[in-house]
């Protein structure tokens, strides 16, 4: 159970990763459906997008275990919910840029062209990250004009190691978002985890 909850918070690391490498945040509100996928594990999700929101759930499998963030820049804080336990999880967001937020790394990217993607006009580009322990992650990333990240598909290469992981959104629908499914749920029990932050963008 334990290890399956590690893999999901970091199956959602990846794919605010994606969206980390993008030109700039999108300025639109959004809906979609995930796939998250690596040589180990292939999850399934949804996120809901605002430009001060965001709402990811992952599951893994069928039937697996679920587990759902919501980030609010809006209030400096994100909350990870787990609900089959009815807890969640409140850790603030810091405006300092961690050596590990995807968010800082060197971005280098060289447009390909354009590409169809699910249905979605896109255009396409080559993307090489560059940490400032100089990690690397290189591969390609397919974005709409709203700089929305529809794909990408990349290796990241650490300490000698490569890792390759797939990010893809289908049934994208540009459009408001109804603002409860920013909010904590109701009768959800808060755990308290001191000292925790995760960098914001």
């Given at each position: 159970m334990k290890k399956t909850r590690m893999l999901l918070m970091a199956a959602m690391a990846v794919a605010g990763a994606a969206q980390a490498a993008?030109?700039?945040p999108p300025q639109v509100e959004y809906s979609a459906d995930?796939?998250?996928e690596t040589a180990?594990?292939?999850?399934?999700g949804r996120v809901h997008y605002t430009p001060t929101r965001e709402r990811r759930e992952m599951v893994m499998g069928s039937g697996g275990e679920k587990m759902l963030t919501i980030t609010r820049h809006d209030k400096k804080v994100a909350w990870t919910m787990m609900p089959?336990?009815?807890?969640?999880?409140?850790?603030?967001?810091?405006?300092?840029?961690?050596?590990?937020?995807p968010?800082?790394?060197?971005?280098?990217?060289?447009?390909?062209?354009?590409?169809?993607?699910?249905?979605?006009?896109?255009?396409?580009?080559?993307?090489?990250m560059t940490g400032a322990k100089g990690e690397k992650m290189?591969?390609?990333?397919?974005?709409?004009k709203d700089n929305i990240v529809v794909k990408m598909d990349a290796i990241a290469i650490d300490k000698k190691q490569k890792h390759r992981f797939?990010?893809?959104?289908?049934?994208?629908?540009?459009?408001?978002?109804d603002p409860k499914l920013f909010e904590v749920p109701a009768g959800y029990q808060k755990m308290s985890i001191p000292g925790m932050f995760i960098p914001g963008r």
């Open positions: 993008s030109p700039a995930s796939v998250m180990e594990i292939s999850m399934k089959a336990e009815k807890m969640y999880m409140e850790t603030k967001i810091t405006q300092a840029k961690s050596k590990d937020d968010s800082s790394y060197k971005i280098e990217q060289t447009v390909v062209g354009p590409e169809t993607v699910n249905g979605v006009s896109t255009t396409k580009s080559k993307i090489i290189g591969g390609f990333m397919w974005t709409t797939k990010t893809e959104l289908t049934n994208l629908k540009v459009g408001k978002q």
